[in-house]
């Protein structure tokens, strides 16, 4: 016996036409071609596309929040990685003034946005104004700074000549050190708190199993501990640069 095909018009969740055979008889009159038995088969349908898009939408969810927590880690990374070159050693670094800012018409601008500065030297920085007007500021910038440098100015350049490291500009600079590295650590801290409350909201929502959850925990915390390491590993390299005579 052939059965009777019937056409669904469309899916309201998969927005996907396609045609049902009504393969169970209606209970209540054991019509192959029963409306009522024809409804259940596609309510059996709708709820299994339903729970595609729930479980589609969880992966998503989770995928998009691993996602987010290992840029915002690379960022802290970054950062630290750049506040510790600007940690004076015995060598020449342009990366030295990367976070001096100076009062250009009033407003703090970097300094690399007014000039160009280079290493002559393993112990000279040139820094050559883009702007000839700013070269009294730029000096009062550095004179007011933390640098511990004076500058000297011929008219076309600022000259800076780095003196070799006392034993208690290194004390200084190493706790200075040790300071941006728990930033670091905090910074990483702190976005792994984030993420574990976006994932336990996730499965207080019905989006996330406790299995799921778990598992995510854990691949947050393992990037957690990667990225701390990192930081820590770029301050032991800064610390033996600093302590190299």
């Known amino acids: ?14 927005q996907q036409a396609y045609t049902t055979p009504v393969l169970r008889k209606c209970q209540a009159c054991r019509s192959y071609t029963c409306p009522a038995a024809f409804r259940r088969q596609i309510w059996r349908y709708s709820r299994r596309a339903l729970s595609g898009v729930q479980l589609c939408t969880a992966k998503v969810s989770s995928s998009e929040t691993q996602k987010e927590a290992e840029e915002r880690m690379k960022k802290s990374l970054e950062t630290v990685k750049n506040n510790l070159a600007t940690l004076r050693t015995g060598r020449a670094n342009p990366a ?29 920085l040139i820094i050559e104004p883009y702007d000839k007007s700013s070269m009294k500021d730029i000096e009062k910038a550095i004179a007011e700074s933390d640098l511990a440098l004076t500058p ?36 990483v801290r ?24 778990k598992a995510l925990q854990d691949d947050i915390q393992k990037l957690t501990d990667k990225y701390i390491k990192l930081i820590e590993e770029k301050s032991k390299e800064k610390e033996k640069d600093l302590m190299t005579i």
């Open 190 to 213: 702190n976005i792994r708190r984030d993420i574990m409350e976006k994932l336990k909201k996730l499965e207080k929502d019905g989006e996330l199993g406790k299995d799921d959850l």
């Open 152 to 187: 000297n100015n011929d008219g076309k350049a600022i000259r800076l000549e780095l003196p070799p490291l006392t034993e208690e500009r290194r004390k200084q600079l190493i706790k200075s050190m040790k300071q941006l590295t728990e930033e670091g650590r905090v910074a």
């Open 96 to 124: 030295l003034l990367d976070r001096l800012t100076v009062s250009y018409y009033g407003v703090e601008t970097p300094l690399k946005s007014l000039a160009s500065v280079t290493a002559s030297s393993a112990t000279t």
């Open 1 to 14: 016996m052939s059965l009777p095909i019937q056409a669904a018009s469309c899916c309201f969740l998969t």
